[in-house]
């Protein structure tokens, strides 16, 4: 890799080129990544890859004016100092706030090079032409907001939200809930059956904490190599896995922490209020997320809890 400092001014130039030919490109990859699930986001993002082709063939004009035809390649990961970007092409289906939040980095990393471009040339045209692509790049965020307002429409903008909200649902929301509810639920038996059968609040919270733990592992691994998420929309499964994993693990944790108390009795009532406090959140989350009715979410929910937790009560004192 070459420092900025040593490049000469076709080689900076050479650069900006690919800099501007490698952002028209992220930008075509993001419009169609995002063309099925948020076609108003798209028609943004093809005018701002349109945009950055204009740039390219106006550095390249200026090159062919004073360098001639050949114009040498010289990429962003030959010189040091840019940030290695994320490629955000690979994950299917594409999250909108990460793709914008990509932009915003990317804009702002374009101009930075542009004013330290602009400080290395003395050729008059190529300052000017490097000083209005500074200009240009600090109102990028302006155009795209001005974009937004000629394509989204409040109807394009109410569906992408709906559209952005069921994929959060798919990724993050789904997994997560069924972790919950299977570390909430299952390790209920186990636990309350060691807490019964040896009445002593430390064997309890061990028991809880492996059956925990055990329980997180097996669903994120489960989760994670359900589907690749390719086809069904579901999104990555490191992502949904992580979610479901980490869920479960906190949901058979929550009842366990109380057997830390080393009055067992006192231990015991604390954990079988968290267990109210866990299900009667788990009725709420599916409520809120999945869009179902409170009371049948909680007689749900409720139901399946009251007869593990019978099982472990039973199976402890016998």
Not at 95 to 106: K, W
Not at 294 to 316: N, P, R
Request: charged content about 25%; aromatic content about 8%.
């Amino acid at each position: 890799m070459r420092r900025f400092d040593h490049l000469s001014e076709s080689e900076i130039l050479a650069l900006a080129i690919s800099l501007e030919e490698e952002d028209e490109r992220i930008y075509a990859d993001y419009a169609e990544g995002l063309r099925q699930d948020f076609p108003g986001s798209a028609a943004v993002f093809d005018g701002m890859r349109d945009e950055e082709a204009g740039h390219r063939r106006r550095l390249i004009d200026l090159y062919r004016e004073k360098f001639g035809e050949h114009i040498p390649l010289i990429r962003r990961h030959d010189v040091k100092g840019f940030v290695t970007r994320k490629p955000l092409w690979q994950t299917r289906p594409l999250r909108l706030d990460a793709v914008r939040s990509q932009v915003g980095a990317m804009e702002a990393e374009s101009r930075r090079f542009y004013e330290k471009a602009a400080s290395r040339t003395q050729d008059a045209a190529t300052r000017q032409l490097l000083d209005d692509l500074i200009q240009e790049e600090r109102s990028h965020e302006q155009k795209a907001g001005l974009l937004e307002g000629d394509k989204l429409t409040p109807e394009i903008k109410l569906s992408e939200d709906a559209a952005n909200r069921r994929l959060f649902l798919l990724q993050v929301i789904q997994p997560g809930l069924a972790g919950l509810m299977d570390g909430s639920v299952s390790t209920l038996a186990p636990v309350f059956a060691a807490a019964l059968a040896t009445h002593s609040s430390w064997d309890a919270f061990r028991v809880g904490l492996a059956a925990s733990i055990g329980a997180g592992i097996s669903m994120a691994f489960a989760e994670a190599l359900s589907d690749d998420g390719s086809l069904t929309g579901r999104g990555h499964p490191l992502v949904r896995g992580s979610a479901s994993g980490v869920m479960t693990a906190l949901g058979g944790i929550g009842h366990t922490l109380p057997f830390l108390l080393s009055d067992f009795r006192v231990a015991m009532t604390a954990a079988m209020f968290v267990v109210i406090v866990e299900l009667a959140t788990i009725s709420w989350i599916r409520h809120k997320y999945m869009d179902s009715p409170l009371f049948s979410a909680a007689v749900q929910v409720g139901l399946g809890g009251l007869l593990v937790f019978g099982a472990g009560i039973l199976i402890g004192s016998s």
